[in-house]
């Protein structure tokens, strides 16, 4: 297990790695007050979610431009990672458009950074503290085509939908890009519940699949504001 380095003790005496973790919880529930005082000031909100690594002359950094700029003209924050690429695009929609574009960013090594587009940001070092505030507040969840984190994200929220954490009728998840999206689930569907019995039929219609951003909107236009906050 690799330790941060400023979490590690100063001596090798008994007792100093245990005492270390303890400290560590602190460190966490100041994350946890900080994040949840940040973010429960939007309830009016959409969650867009996906890659880092689009420029921001691809195809789908544009459809997630062209979300934000929708949800900011229909009165709907965007909320995001905060850092480029999808968070960059959906931010940059929503900024231009005049509308609430806040940042969730977390401290990476590499390719994260807080994009010129946000104009309310939290930052945290814990990825799942920084999660519970992606997924907290927010009225429906988008997420366009990325890697294991955007990954981690869909199936952490079908799991809260499926156990009854997250209500799926007034909270949809969206995801954009057919040609990305169709064969997970399909995936999902022939072998995770067909073959494998895993996860029921019922658990499949958790999601919606779309292939632009005004397919998404349409979806997510209506769901109301968050009021359930039991996360």
Known sequence: MNVPAADLPTTQEPGDFRSSFHWRVFRIMAEFVEG???????????????????????????????????????????????????????????????????????????????????????????????????????????LFPGGFGTLDEFFELVTLIQTNKIDKESVPVVVVGKDYWTPILDHLKHKVHAEYAAVDEKDLDIYHLVDTAEEAFEIVRTSPPRKDLYY
């Open 36 to 142: 949840w005082q940040f973010i429960t000031d939007y309830h009016n909100t959409v969650s867009i979610l996906g890659s880092a690594r689009f420029t921001a002359d691809s195809h789908w950094y544009q459809e997630a431009r062209k979300l934000g700029t929708l949800l900011a003209g229909a009165g709907i924050g965007v909320v995001t990672g905060g850092g480029p690429g999808i968070m960059e695009g959906g931010n940059r929609g929503a900024y231009e458009a005049g509308g609430d574009s806040v940042g969730i960013n977390i401290q990476l090594p590499f390719e994260q950074r807080v994009n010129p587009y946000v104009t309310k940001s939290a930052g945290f070092y814990y990825f799942f503290v920084r999660k519970v505030m992606l997924f907290y507040t927010a009225q429906a969840y988008v």
